[in-house]
């Protein structure tokens, strides 16, 4: 994972590089100019857990080779066993102290938004390939629910069991950075795929936490 | 390039507007002892059970200090440590007690011991865990009541009293204690023994409470002649509760003569429990006697009669009148022995002659071990008056005697100190 972060940085300092070149030799003749696009994101996520993330990316076009972009997004669980475990430990001491059977679901939801840069550089290809960094803020939420004999159980009637920590409950903002890599296809005048992986960061307390998400987009040029 | 640069900006200003809101909101505050470092996660903590004192629980007062018990909490970070109040009120706004950070206890329980709460009152408490910046719930209060204090006081010796005298098996009297609060069934504990510190205690019992009063005398004889002390203690075992002992009363046991278990030693007198039977109308006023053959063995009884014992003639000798015989007693391992000796004669006085220390015995005509008795200087010797019991009951009269007297055998041969003459 180092060593990805190494290369994205990498490319993207080489976006900076083509950058000054670009501006000492024009760009090739066949390149198509676009203002910028926008297109609608499904991912599989992967670190902690095994889930699906969805979400909007648009950027524009700086020069040919280098758009700004922005993210919004959801991933729908990014979990560690420390958190499951913690919500695992609470349901069995609930077990002990009341007499209905006790389950549990505890999931870790994020809604990020994050904006940074894209190079894609120069090809003959009718493909373009591209690496990209950004930097956002992903708002991870605790959501952890317990149940009592089936039923779900209020926040107030587990307050004579337990206190949650904000290791159980509530919600924080921290520090995102994103980087990625793709290939966008144009399928049909200004329709587009975007085969995307994506590496995020979440800079948490104590413990960050790392998303992997890899899907397609599929959106417009303009 | 107009449209590039708003949207850098854009991305920029998004990326400001986002930081703002950047915090941290559990959906529930956690109410921390300590405060959590700024940003730290925090964990969740359960609620302990109370395990003990159980739920309206009736504690004696004499139970104090009460113990509280509870099954330890969970927690997701950090170990527990425990807070516990006590409380005269379901709300908690009279805390009368308040133990906070107790560590937890090992075996899955933590416990505390309470400073002594006031008697014959209601109290509620609760416990709670924190750990790792948060303070869990408290458990639900729970009431427990503490008994009315009981209180006795020391009973007041009867008898015997500081300096008294006493036999072998004296009676041990004291007044009823009285008390505070629901006592329960009195017991009295007297100890008996050779030093005021109790220690050794010589005898010890634990009697029921009489009416008024309770008393105590011992199974077997107590060291003759042995300063010794007394005291009682009142116990009322239902509330474990005691009195503070009576102070240590001293006494001094002589060597008190049971008649009806002396061993006759002379053939034809009646028996210790013949002679124990006769009345007492005689009362020995001084014993004076030196067994030095020096002084003739001088015995004098001095004695006063109740009642006029009669004479009889001495072996059908009609101008020999004899009325009185004295007795002599010896404690010979520990049993005691004795018998009449010389006869006194009417017109004569009460001493006798030749009772030395080394004639009383072989020349008393003694039957047994008593007619090798040589009685030691200092021991004690038993002395007694009565109508004629020699040859017994051939001279009987009218079956009479006086007291017994014990004191210290005297010869001044071997060493005796005798203040002035022997009276004779």
């Known amino acids: 994972m180092r060593s990805l972060l190494v290369l994205m940085s990498g490319a993207i300092v080489l976006s900076g590089v083509a950058d000054a070149q670009t501006r000492t030799t024009a760009a090739p003749p066949s390149r198509a100019v676009e203002k910028g696009y926008v297109e609608g994101v499904a991912q599989s996520a992967f670190g902690n857990v095994t889930t699906q993330s969805y979400g909007v990316e648009l950027g524009a076009t700086v020069r040919p080779d280098l758009q700004v972009f922005a993210e919004f997004g959801k991933i729908k669980d990014v979990a560690d066993t420390t958190f499951t475990g913690g919500a695992s430990t609470i349901a069995s001491a609930l077990s002990r102290l009341q007499p209905a059977a006790v389950g549990f679901s505890a999931r870790r939801p994020v809604i990020f938004v994050a904006g940074g840069v894209k190079y894609r550089p120069p090809t003959t290809l009718k493909v373009q390939p591209y690496v990209l960094g950004g930097f956002g803020f992903a708002t991870v939420k605790n959501d952890v629910a317990f149940t009592l004999g089936g039923s779900e159980t209020s926040a107030a009637a587990l307050a004579q069991y337990v206190t949650f920590g904000s290791d159980l409950s509530g919600q924080s903002t921290k520090p995102l950075l994103t980087l990625g890599a793709g290939v966008t296809v144009p399928i049909w005048q200004t329709l587009l795929l975007d085969f995307q992986y994506r590496f995020g960061r979440i800079f948490a307390d104590e413990q960050g936490i790392t998303v992997n998400r890899a899907g397609v987009g599929f959106g417009v040029r303009f | 390039m107009r449209l590039h640069e708003l949207c850098i900006l854009g991305s920029i200003a998004l990326c400001l507007l986002v930081a703002a809101c950047s915090k941290s909101s559990p959906t529930k505050p956690t109410s921390t002892a300590a405060p959590a470092e700024a940003d730290a996660v925090t964990g969740s903590v359960t609620v302990p059970q109370a395990v003990s004192p159980a739920a309206n629980a009736q504690i004696r007062n004499v139970d104090q200090p009460v113990t509280l018990v509870v099954a330890n909490a969970v927690a997701t970070k950090g170990t527990n440590a425990y807070d516990f109040e006590v409380s005269t009120d379901t709300g908690f706004a009279t805390k009368v007690a308040t133990k906070t950070g107790v560590a937890e206890g090992a075996g899955g329980r933590t ?142 046991t002589s060597l008190a003569i049971d008649l009806s278990r002396v061993i006759q030693s002379y053939p034809a007198a009646p028996s210790g429990p013949q002679v124990a039977a006769w009345r007492q109308t005689a009362t020995i006023q001084s014993v004076e006697q030196d067994g030095n053959p020096a002084a003739d063995g001088i015995m004098c009884i001095a004695f006063t009669t109740s009642d006029n014992w009669p004479s009889t003639a001495f072996f059908g000798a009609e101008e020999v009148q004899v009325y009185a ?43 047994t071990v008593m007619a090798s008795w040589a009685p030691k200087v200092g021991e004690l010797v038993g002395y007694m008056i009565s109508t004629p019991a020699r040859n017994w009951p051939g001279m009987r009269t009218i079956d009479e005697r006086s007291d017994i007297v014990v004191q210290p055998w005297r010869d001044t041969s071997l060493g005796s100190k005798v203040a002035g003459a022997v009276r004779r």
Not at chain 2, 119 to 130: C, V
Not at chain 2, 329 to 354: D, H, M, S
Request: net charge positive; hydrophobic share 35%.
């Open chain 2, 325 to 367: 015989n004295q007795w002599y007693f010896a404690n010979i391992g520990g049993q005691w022995y004795g018998g009449p000796g010389e006869y006194l004669r009417v017109g004569r006085g009460f001493c006798k002659t030749g009772q030395g220390t080394n004639a009383i015995g072989p020349d008393g005509g003694w039957n």
């Open chain 2, 111 to 252: 416990t505390i011991t309470l400073d002594r709460l006031t008697p014959n009152a209601d109290y509620y408490w609760h416990a709670r865990a924190q750990a790792g910046g948060t303070a869990g719930p408290f458990t639900a209060g729970r009431k427990f009541s503490i008994g009315p204090a009981v209180t006795i006081d020391t009973p007041v010796p009867i008898g015997p009293l500081s300096g008294a005298q006493t036999s072998a098996r004296p009676a041990f009297r004291v007044r009823n204690a009285t008390r505070q609060g629901p006592a329960g069934p009195i017991t009295y504990k007297f100890d008996i023994a050779t030093a005021s510190t109790f220690n050794p205690i010589l005898v010890t019992a634990t009697v029921a409470e009489g009416v008024n009063e309770t008393g105590f005398i011992p199974t077997s004889d107590l060291p003759i002649n042995a300063p010794l002390f007394w005291r009682a203690t009142a116990i009322d075992a239902t509330n474990a509760v005691s009195s503070a002992p009576t102070t240590a009363l001293n006494f001094t």
